[in-house]
């Protein structure tokens, strides 16, 4: 255990190496018990954290290495109530993600049945209880945890002693699950978990988060007081718990954000710019007035120390960050500009003013959408256009029996549509077009050509649903293709560590497999944060001013996307801001962030990470 960390955890780079981690742990339980009893029982999770390893594990299971046949599982919940063939239900993902693929015996698999009629949960509960002491208890418990520190369904109050029960789901919880469900209303508000006691029962218990957006809680669970408020720190009494992270989901832990507090550092220079920026922060002061007592005072004397006075560290790390600021006259000129957009809306929102300097400073910009972006339209734009084609039908000469036949199936399909439902393919398809229409608008109110703008239409998107396929050749050769074509000297990318869906992780995926297998050099590659954070002054490498007119023409461009308009179908949790309200103010704040550092006072600013070569994003 490292620092204030009060149970081990373990921390890799990125997702892929965490995958192979836990997959491995549960490889090497399952043969272990196996050897030793004859039999292994799994306590599994479902949610987005796990999918990777269970994809994983159907690989090992499919290559030969990894037998199921003596292997029981017991799932840590359902939705209730829940009906078992529901795209929703945990019984159809368990399936679907794991169990059809790999030879566990239907009898060995258990899951809460969220078709229990009421008056008969109780009794279903304490079988479940009853079912894993049969099995002889839980060898492995995989878990997940969400945005109020629960593992299974065991929300703040749950008891370090309770056991499998009914529960009624945090607003957070629900709100979170949202998107899946295509509105927080349709998500249901009840349902069975294992309880913390159960869990506490397993000998080993392996607690997974990815992802930026669990930093915060992850902190509170591994850092923080043992509390009934966030059911995971339960977790730090278990002599068998392990926490496995990637490098996103650890940034808030302590030996990550501010490791001098804890011990001797290597002061080169971002730690030191990290710690100065911090130790401002702390303080209240600009960089330039920090003191030998401030320093002294927030444990940075060793870095004091190396640099002898104040003036010299805070000098240093002034000039580095005001080298930071590119201003139009330090920006790409006459170069060949690729910028990949995940969804046809995140160019303008997180990059809107750098495509306006762009454009000013005379570079050829290629825009690629890389996704359709299509599942977050809302059926009445549907409707609205369809009623448009048909009210435009006769002023534009087009014969009503051309369009008929269309405009009435699609109509009629949104007619029969429950919450959820995947749309037919023709309403996917206009769904589509309506997004395509918002994103040339939006270039063009940039004064960029229509034939700017590409749409890419990736196949791991084209599932319909909230849930993606994993990147394949065919999304690679894609963009191989655009590259072939465009051979930009410059990508910008959206370089999200997670956004809610994780589409902008699986394109920038897809982006660094096609550069990594060309042969010439890399471009220069700058990465944009996606519409949802902002990097901090140290993470970027480049901060871009923008001025009251240019934050202005940007939210305008951000208008066109109207669909996204309002209210939006996926804004994320915990963010009731329009996406140009949390641009404004994400791209004010930064500005007075380097206001307060003491640098200058610009109105708003653009952040970026630049990378020469794509491989170190
Ligand atoms: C799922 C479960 C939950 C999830 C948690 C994190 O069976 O019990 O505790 O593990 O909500 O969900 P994701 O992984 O979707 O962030």
Not at 472 to 484: F, Q, T, W, Y
């Amino acid at each position: 255990m490292t620092g204030l960390e009060r149970i081990p955890t373990v921390m890799v780079p990125d997702h892929d190496d965490l995958i192979a981690l836990v997959a491995d742990r549960i490889a090497t339980v399952i043969d272990s018990t196996l050897a030793e009893s004859g039999r292994c029982v799994l306590g599994l999770a479902t949610g987005s954290t796990p999918l990777g390893i269970y994809r994983e594990l159907i690989r090992r299971h499919v290559a030969g290495a990894l037998d199921f046949s003596k292997v029981i599982t017991f799932n840590l919940d359902e939705y209730y109530p829940m009906p078992a063939e529901s795209p929703h239900s945990y019984r159809r993902y368990m399936w679907e993600n794991l169990f059809a693929h790999v030879n566990v015996k239907p009898e060995n698999v258990h899951i809460p049945d969220g078709t229990t009629p009421r008056e008969g949960v109780r009794a279903a509960c304490q079988s479940y209880e009853a079912a894993i002491h049969a099995a002889g208890g839980i060898d492995l418990q995989i878990l997940g945890i969400g945005k109020t520190g629960h593992i299974g369904f065991n929300e703040p109050g749950s008891a370090r002693g309770s056991r499998t029960r009914l529960v009624t789901l945090d607003t957070v919880t629900r709100r979170d699950a949202a998107a899946d469900f295509f509105g927080e209303d349709n998500v249901p508000r009840e349902a069975i978990t294992m309880g913390v006691g159960t869990i506490l029962a397993a000998r080993e218990i392996a607690l997974i988060a990815t992802g930026e957006h669990k930093a915060a809680i992850v902190r509170r669970a591994v850092e923080g007081d043992v509390s009934q408020d966030v059911a995971a720190t339960f977790l730090q009494d278990h002599s068998g718990a392990t926490v496995y992270l990637d490098a996103a989901a650890a940034a808030d832990l302590t030996r990550i954000a501010t490791p001098w507090l804890l011990e001797p550092v290597e002061w080169n220079p971002e730690m030191s710019e990290r710690a100065v920026v911090w130790l401002a922060g702390q303080t209240g002061k600009a960089i330039l007035k920090l003191s030998a007592k401030d320093y002294a005072e927030n444990h940075l004397s060793p870095l004091l120390a190396q640099h002898g006075s104040p003036g010299a560290i805070n000098g240093e790390v002034f000039n580095r960050l005001r080298d930071k600021i590119r201003g139009r006259a330090r920006l790409p000129k006459d170069r060949r500009v690729l910028v990949f957009s995940p969804h046809p809306d995140d160019d303008v929102i997180s990059m809107g003013g750098m495509l306006g300097k762009l454009k000013e400073n005379g570079n050829t910009i290629v825009v690629a959408y890389m996704t359709s972006g299509n599942i977050a339209v809302f059926d009445d734009d549907v409707r609205r256009y369809l009623d448009f084609v048909d009210r435009a039908a006769e002023p534009l000469g087009i014969a009503h029996t051309t369009l008929d036949a269309g405009r009435l199936e699609a109509q009629r399909s949104l007619d029969r549509k429950r919450p959820g439902d995947v749309d037919i393919p023709l309403v996917q398809e206009l769904k589509k077009v309506i997004r395509e229409c918002e994103a040339i608008s939006a270039l063009e109110s940039f004064g960029l050509g229509a034939d700017t703008g590409r749409f890419l239409n990736l196949p791991f998107y084209r599932t319909g649903q909230v849930r993606k396929l994993p990147i394949g050749p065919e999304d690679v050769r894609i963009v191989s293709a655009l590259l072939d074509e465009v051979r930009p000297d410059i990508v910008f990318v959206a370089g999200d560590l997670s956004d809610p869906h994780g589409t902008h992780r699986m394109c920038k995926q897809a982006i660094e497999r096609a550069l990594a297998d060309r042969p010439d050099p890399a471009p220069e590659a700058w990465y944009y944060r996606g519409a949802w954070q902002e990097w901090s002054i140290t993470e970027a490498d480049a901060l871009v001013p923008l001025s009251y007119e240019e934050l202005r023409r940007k939210i305008t461009a951000i208008f066109r996307h109207e669909s996204q308009k309002d209210t939006a179908p996926f804004p994320g949790p915990h963010d009731e801001r329009e996406f140009w309200q949390r641009v404004e103010a994400r791209n004010l704040e930064t500005a007075a962030i380097a206001d307060q550092l003491g640098l200058a006072e610009y109105y708003a600013m653009e952040a970026y990470v630049v990378r020469r070569t794509s491989g170190d994003g």
